[in-house]
Nanobody, 117 residues
Framework: QVQLVESGGGLVQPGGSLRLSCAASGITFRFYAMGWYRQAPEKQRELVAIITSSGSTNYAESVKGRFTISRDNAKNTVYLQMNSLKPEDTAVYSC???????????WGKGTLVTVSS
């Protein structure tokens, strides 16, 4: 059974930092590109950051220079370090695993990040 379990969300003041984690089980983690997506209230889900199996990364323009995605294949975990957080970063952040060779795609349930004073 495949599971992606996010953690690390919470309430933080503007300018603060959080680190999200997504622990994967039931998949051969090293074969998957891992991504973080977010969905704010009444908005569509958007890609935040993605890291391929080889470690290449890509970011949404709105988070470049503030967020960093990384992965630890030994721990089957992907991270999202979020610095200089803004109120507009408030959203449910979800983890995605996408196999890079065959059509397999999995989602976590998400973790809420609230940026507010």
């Amino acid at each position: 059974q495949v599971q992606l379990v996010e953690s690390g969300g919470g309430l933080v003041q503007p300018g603060g930092s959080l680190r999200l984690s997504c622990a994967a089980s039931g998949i051969t983690f090293r074969f998957y590109a891992m991504g973080w997506y977010r969905q704010a209230p009444e908005k569509q889900r958007e890609l935040v950051a993605i890291i391929t199996s080889s470690g290449s990364t890509n970011y949404a323009e709105s988070v470049k220079g503030r967020f960093t995605i990384s992965r630890d294949n030994a721990k089957n975990t992907v991270y999202l370090q979020m610095n200089s957080l803004k109120p507009e970063d408030t959203a449910v952040y979800s983890c995605n695993a996408r196999h890079e060779r065959i059509e397999l795609d999995y989602w976590g349930k998400g973790t809420l990040v609230t940026v507010s004073s």
